[in-house]
């Protein structure tokens, strides 16, 4: 049902073809009934607008972490994970997305995003132990 409610909002949101409106409406949605599931997929859908429409890295990463805080319960907190730790690999912050990987792993043993959080790990972990050799070698 989730998903379904998920991918309803999401085609809302493109049909409007106005990001900026489609924040607006999540957020009226989130204003009428702040703590149903609606209001916590619509809090995800303001945090992939930011990202994939806009490209605004620094808003999405907000949203996504107030999501966090706001709706702790929720079914979709492994995919809300799974976004931030994407957001720090992308921007270099490695030992944060580190963490929220091993802290999704951990928490949610049966994600969908489970495989794919532990690849990743194991990508950093590589072009960490890339870097320092690296590092070592010039130092020579």
Same mark, same amino acid.
């Given at each position: 049902a989730d998903d379904a409610l998920r991918s309803l909002m999401w085609f809302q949101i493109k049909k409007q073809k106005d990001p900026v409106l489609a924040i607006e409406l999540c957020r009226e949605i989130i204003k009428e009934s702040p703590k149903s599931k609606l209001a916590a997929l619509a809090q995800f859908q @303001? +945090?992939?607008?930011? #990202?994939?429409?806009? %490209?605004? =890295?620094?808003?999405?990463?907000?949203?996504? @972490? +107030?999501?966090?805080? #706001?709706?702790?319960? %929720?079914? =979709?907190?492994?995919?809300?994970?799974?976004? @931030?730790?994407l957001i720090y690999e992308e921007e270099n912050n490695l030992e944060e997305a580190l963490r929220i990987y091993n802290e999704l792993i951990g928490l949610y043993s049966f994600s969908n995003y489970r495989e794919r959080a532990q690849a990743h790990i194991e990508s950093i972990h590589w072009r960490q132990r890339r870097v320092q050799r690296s590092t070592s070698a010039q130092n020579k």
């Open positions: @303001i +945090a992939k607008v930011y #990202r994939e429409e806009l %490209s605004d =890295i620094e808003s999405s990463l907000k949203e996504f @972490i +107030a999501f966090t805080k #706001r709706y702790t319960k %929720s079914s =979709i907190m492994d995919d809300v994970m799974w976004e @931030i730790g």
